[in-house]
């Protein structure tokens, strides 16, 4: 399973792949770009092998080049550790890759459908490249997974049709533990990331009553930078850290203008949070109904809705509940469960295949 220690990713993998393992499946790490902390490094032991390849993260690079060794390496550890299928994080590690065992890729994010989402454009010039690696990836694969309908649309709008597209909701592991709530605001994402849309959440702090406090890094590994002037910002924390703000945070704003899932509003509602959430299709399809939203580009509005939340206790309750419920289908279990139906279907298929040959 690749995988890297710069976003969501890492916890994708580290609780997907303990979910696999207690079912039996044993799970060799192989990470790309910067290196992981202390911290990450032994979560991942204590799971599987952690193998990191001094490679970076397309996403990282301005041309292709700079990956071009990746499907040997990805191939090379195949063989050395004896692999039965290879489950990608990035697409565009399939491309060109050669092995004799199933291929899973999971669109978690990219730059085509980013440009899509968060400037309404197609990809510029210079990255087109990575359009043309993710789309020889998904070419590639056995299997591609996506974690929304709304992202899979994304995909395809972007792409053209994918074959052997599944969609797999994102999950989380975070146990809710009830507990005494504080009366402040918690976001959380990595804000150099223009899609995550954190200087109107900035902005929105002006007028709202209670704190804000934003987790997350602010100061991107290309020199993005968002200065954030009226908010309690924490810079980047452990998953650890960031899960105690979490289960005290009484309401927790996304509102992020790209999102092919979103995993900060799942954890928030499994700790017992309230929900205010950007107006976009992939929130309203998992937690319409469950959660206030606001316009993405209008802080007024995002400041009106967390400030009505934060003087009706009442409401909060319960839309803090419904949130929870809502989250009960986002399980770690489930998740698992339907990515290994998917594998145990590739394993017969490729066993079918080699047989007749």
């Known amino acids: 399973m690749s995988l890297d220690a710069v976003g969501g990713v890492w916890r994708y993998a580290m609780d997907l792949a303990a979910a696999l393992t207690a079912r039996g499946m044993e799970v060799v790490f192989a990470g ?5 902390s202390g911290d990450q490094g032994k979560e991942a032991e204590a799971i599987g092998k952690l193998v990191w390849l001094q490679t970076p993260l397309d996403w990282m690079v301005r041309g292709e080049a700079a990956v071009e060794a990746v499907p040997r390496l990805i191939a ?3 063989a050395k550790e004896n692999i039965d299928l290879v489950h990608l994080n990035l697409p565009s590690q399939a491309a060109g890759l050669r092995v004799p065992v199933p291929v899973v890729v999971v669109s978690h994010s990219c730059v085509v459908t980013w440009f899509a989402g968060v400037r309404g454009t197609a990809v510029p010039e210079d990255w087109r490249w990575q359009y043309r690696l993710n789309r020889e990836g998904f070419d590639r694969a ?3 997974l996506a974690p929304s309908h709304s992202h899979a649309l994304m995909l ?11 969609v797999v909701h994102n999950a989380s592991s975070l146990e809710n533990l009830p507990g005494p709530k504080r009366d402040f605001v918690l976001a959380v994402g990595r804000w150099w990331d223009e899609g995550k849309n954190g200087a109107v959440l900035d902005q929105a702090a002006r007028t709202i009553d209670w704190p804000v406090v934003m987790a997350g ?17 924490r810079g980047e924390l452990s998953h650890r850290r960031a899960m105690v703000l979490m ?10 203008i790209y ?3 979103g995993l900060a509003p799942l954890e928030a509602a499994r700790a017992g949070a309230a929900l205010v959430l950007s107006d976009i299709p992939v929130y309203r399809e998992l937690w319409d109904g ?9 802080p007024q509005a995002f400041a009106d809705a967390v400030n009505g939340l934060a003087k009706n206790t009442d409401h909060r309750a319960a839309l803090a509940v419904k949130a929870y419920e809502r989250s009960n289908a986002f399980t770690v279990e489930a998740q698992a469960a339907v990515v290994k139906s998917i594998y145990e279907h590739l394993f017969r298929r490729n066993h079918t295949l080699t047989a007749a040959e």
């Open 32 to 36: 790309f770009g910067p290196p992981p």
């Open 76 to 78: 090379d550890l195949v």
């Open 142 to 144: 056995d299997a591609v």
């Open 156 to 166: 395809e709008e972007a792409y053209g049709p994918i074959s052997s597209l599944h």
């Open 217 to 233: 890094s602010n100061i991107g590994p290309n020199g993005q930078y968002l200065e954030l002037g009226n908010v309690d910002h």
């Open 247 to 256: 289960r005290q945070a009484a309401i927790l704003v996304s509102p992020s």
């Open 259 to 261: 999102e092919p899932f």
């Open 290 to 298: 469950c959660a206030l939203f606001a316009d993405p580009r209008d």
